[in-house]
């Protein structure tokens, strides 16, 4: 009796720790999402992170990144929609841990913007990265895109926009079609030729946002 | 090789009480005692691994100890490992050490992990043999071993003695003891109470030596 | 010199280590992972291999130092294994510098495996890479990574030797060594955000003062730093490698000129 009680000991360990990493990774949306709109938050966890990265935030920064795209699967594949929310925590988390992070950016304007519908954030987060590289001229536009698009704030457009001409290697087409915002003469064909120009930098698996914003400005259009 | 006056105490144990012994070059000595008598002790006191609280020892260069357990890095093999030992004391009979002592010629080159504890005696025997030492230190040499490798091992030492090196073998084994030494000392309580001479390596000599150590480890012996 | 003979010696007890042997596999397995990771990601591709990279290295040497040396070390001394070695002309001087040595030159085989591993992964891998996915990656960028990480644990080694003149025991030693790496781990980020504006404003003054204190004076395990400039294709200035390699080889010796004092004069 005593010996078919020790069996039973290990599997009931690992279902109680299964269950406990479960509750926890729980609590942790949770906390995030109760405490998403409160600054203080977002800095407690980039320091909690850091003190765990240690010597590799780089790695850390990368598995946030990784949960970003499982995060964006499931709120697809299990039609959960309101998993999205938490693609902002965990594209500042690993924006706090590699600054320098080019797919955070990127994620920051496709998914975040237009899956998630966080514009404000995705901006907020696109403009640390024009501090952190200061030659990237994608960085700028997409945040004045942004905003002239979703938030419909053309001052901050012009503003982040202006910001392009200054940056090294920004091709010509570009740097048309940024002075065609900042004139304000922008069409919804110019937008619609931008997203589909930023469709083809996002992988297939994470085009549903965009493709779905495309659609509702060619019906505007119409 | 020699001492004098020495103590040695851990916390409040007296270990080593006030001991003086001077070893004849040459010969073979014995140290016998029950546990805790400080055989031990003394034994690391002379290689220089303990460090006396008072007292003089004398500190020699060509001195080795054979351990109590065969203490050996397990992921070497003994051939490696005796390698490495004559190279230190500037010899080159790593084979003919590996005979002497014994040890299969297939094991040599296998790592240690893999050796009974036999074996692993025989290893640590060769090492303590790889610089023809003049002072050779056996602290129970014979354990792991069997008759017919006892029997052996003692045939090895008396050569040794013979070649002019300078044994002191602690042993538990009165017979042992007898066959090899030429004194031995009783040891209790930290003092040497009694060398006696052994004369004819024979099998009384032994149980005189098994009357003694047991009359100096009653409890009143040394009152 | 006795210290060459046990330095060799340490070389090939390492070596034949099942332990050991694990950690090069892993070494020379870890270009796939860093392959598979970073096949995962849009543009930083190269960063992401380097980050692999820059783990592992991190991951190998913390397991090399506590499953292998220290339990090297341990088994020395307090099972007695030192006893073979310290027989004369051996002293516990050459006995302290050839195992240190010794488990030098298997660290530095140990990072070079994984250095040429993940260089040879690299040039099959990323050089098909345009520019843009490469994050500026440089085979030699490698090589300074595992420079730095190789002088990190050098301190931790000094310390691990400084541990073991005094321990008691395996597990006593286990628990320092593993208490410093986790103490150099999250120090410094605890440190640099407790030295924040909004956090300062609230911390007293001699608080914040000791808190400077303890920074300066611990070993700076400040691979966050350097990782994440490697990664992005920066190279590090020859005047910081210089003051990194000073302060790690100056912890490396203080901890083990102390060790090899209290060492010399410990009953084994």
Redesign the interface.
Known sequence: MGEMKKQWVLPLVVVVLSLLLFQIRDSSHAFYEQNRTQSWATEYSATADRVLAGAVPGIFSDFLMLDVFSIYYEAQQAKKPSEMKYVNTYLSRAQSLDPKFFDVYRLASSILAYDANMPNEAVALLKKGMVQRPYVWEFPFFAGFLAHDLLKDDKLAYELMSSVADRENTPVMVLTLASRFLESSSTKEDAILFLKGLLQLVPEGNREGIKKRIEALKHEEN | MKVQSVCKSYKTNQVIDQLSLDFTDGEAHGLLGANGAGKSTLIKILMGLVFPDEGIVESLEDIVLLPESPYVPLNLTAYQMLKYACSVQNTTQVETLLKDVRLKEESWHKPMRSYSKGMKQRISIALSLAGNPKYLILDEPMSGLDAMGRAHMLKLFTKIKKQGTTILMCSHAVTDLVRLCDTVHIMAKGKVTESIVIKEHSMKEAEVLENRLQFWSSEHAMD | M?WI??A??TL???W??RTFKTLLTVALLTPLLAVG?SS?????IG??Y???V??MA?LLAVVFFIFLVVTLLS?DIF???V??F?????SRRDYYIGRFLGIVAVFVLLLLVLLLSSVLGAWLYLDGLSDMYQ?GYKWNYLGQLVFFNFF?YISILGFIFFVVSWSSGNAETMLFTLAMLIFS??FP??L??LQ?P?VMKDTPEFVVYFLQWIYDVIPH????DI??SI??GGSIGYQDTFLYVAEHILYSVIFFALGLAVFK?R??
């Open positions: 006795q003979k046990l060799h010696l090939f007890e390492l034949q280590n990771l995962l990601f849009l543009y930083d960063k992401v380097v980050d692999v820059a783990a991190q088994r099972d007695r294994i006893y073979v310290l027989t004369p002309p051996m994050s990190q781990w999250i980020p605890v640099a955000a924040s909004d395990l400040r691979g966050a990782t994440l990664a992005h004069r009953d084994l």
